[in-house]
């Protein structure tokens, strides 16, 4: 499972665009639901936004103090200055962003398939926690909210 950051008042982008299964020379049928007739299946999204893995989602919203247990919420436009300094504090310290990383962990049991957890280091949570400031300060921008579901 994973959770999308977004701000729906964001314009809409074409995130990804590949040829329908179901074309035939790079054309469909116009009552193909997958393309309608275009031969082009494409994928559109809120400018910014991006997907997290539950886990790394939470890691996320425990660093900039949020309960990282509510996998979907928002903040208004009015309250995203202080999420926004929130992150700013976070970005700043490796030593806080150290507090919520995840070391990677391997479960085996006899009988049983091998399951792998990714881990979450410093720099990756740096990295997530940029893109969550960059769609905060694209949102203020277009004075909307930010959501995650
Ligand atoms: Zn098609």
């Known amino acids: 499972m994973s959770v999308t950051f977004f701000s729906p008042q964001a314009p809409k982008v074409l995130q990804d665009e590949f040829e329908c299964f179901r074309s035939v020379n790079g054309s469909c049928e ?7 007739g275009e031969g082009k299946v494409r994928f559109y999204g809120h400018e910014g936004e991006f997907n997290l893995s539950n886990a790394n989602a939470r890691a996320v919203l425990a660093a900039i103090h949020e309960d990282p247990e509510e ?3 928002g903040w208004v436009p009015e309250q995203l200055s202080d999420v926004r300094g929130r992150i700013l ?3 700043n310290s ?11 962990v391997v479960l085996e049991a006899p009988g049983k398939p091998r399951m792998y957890g990714a881990g979450l280091n410093e720099g990756m949570l740096k990295c997530r926690l940029e893109a969550l400031l960059s769609l905060i300060c694209k949102a203020q921008e277009n004075r909307g909210e930010v959501v995650w579901s």
């Open 89 to 91: 504090r976070m970005l």
């Open 71 to 73: 996998l979907v919420g």
């Open 94 to 104: 490796e030593r806080k962003r150290n507090a919520h990383t995840r070391a990677p």
């Open 30 to 36: 116009s009552s193909c639901p997958h393309c309608r």
